[in-house]
């Protein structure tokens, strides 16, 4: 089977910059995505990483280490509008994606 | 354009009752997944359509059942309805199969059971 553990909750400053670490144990998998969700929302996609290394996408990165099976989700310059909860998801077979727990993160003025 | 809409949006069943949740995927997607999301967990992948065909299924018992229709909507079906399956239902579709496909999510069915 696969799992994935990331924190439950992180807290930060409006303007700072946050990472949200999530680590695997999987025996195969494709590719590790992130996904936002505010109260009562839908779950956004935000990020895919199928190759190790950074992946960019405007104030979100995203980052994959297989050989650590780690990888983390980088938020700069943070807007109170980014307080959510953020899942890291494993892609298995076509797409059998299995979801931490998600990590509620806070920002405070 | 329409994002991924699902019906309804709020249901209330009794144990043992059977239930049909409905979603209608992006224009022009042809994969519908669907997942279960208790509260404070994260989304569980419950069955993969794409192309009218189950192409994948996650670890949940029999009472739960999906079909795909030619225009690429599809529907779940939970019978036999048990407390445990009060959760928030989602749809999310995508234009291909593989895992590296974003997937667009419906804003869910909240089914509760009493």
């Known amino acids: 089977g696969q799992s994935l553990e990331q924190p439950s909750e992180v807290t930060a400053v409006e303007g700072a910059i946050v990472q949200i670490n999530c680590t695997y144990q999987?025996?195969?998998?494709?590719?590790l995505s992130w996904y936002q969700q505010h109260d009562g929302g839908a779950p956004t996609f935000l990020s895919y990483?199928?190759?190790?290394g950074l992946e960019e996408t405007g104030r979100f990165s995203s980052f994959l280490s297989r050989s650590d099976s780690y990888g983390y989700l980088l938020l700069q310059e943070l807007q109170m509008k980014d307080s959510a909860s953020y899942f890291c998801a494993l892609g298995g077979g076509y797409q059998k994606v299995t979801f931490g727990i998600g990590t509620k993160l806070q920002v405070i003025p | 354009d329409a994002g991924v809409t699902q019906s309804p949006t709020h249901l209330i069943k009794t144990r043992g009752q059977h239930v049909t949740l409905r979603c209608s995927p992006i224009?022009?997607?042809?994969?519908v997944s669907w997942y279960q999301q208790v509260l404070g967990q994260g989304p569980q992948f419950i069955f993969q359509y794409y192309e009218k065909e189950e192409r994948g299924r996650g670890n949940f018992p029999d009472r739960f059942s999906a079909r795909q229709f030619p225009n690429y909507s599809s529907e779940l079906n939970v019978n036999a309805l048990l407390l445990g399956d009060s959760a928030l239902y989602l749809c999310?579709?995508?234009?291909?199969?593989?895992?590296?496909?974003?997937?667009?999510f419906g804003d869910g069915t909240r089914l509760s059971i009493l």
């Open positions: 999310a579709s995508s234009l291909g199969i593989n895992s590296n496909q974003p997937q667009h």
């Open positions: 999987t025996s195969g998998f494709y590719g």
């Open positions: 990483n199928g190759l190790d």
């Open positions: 224009s022009g997607h042809k994969s």
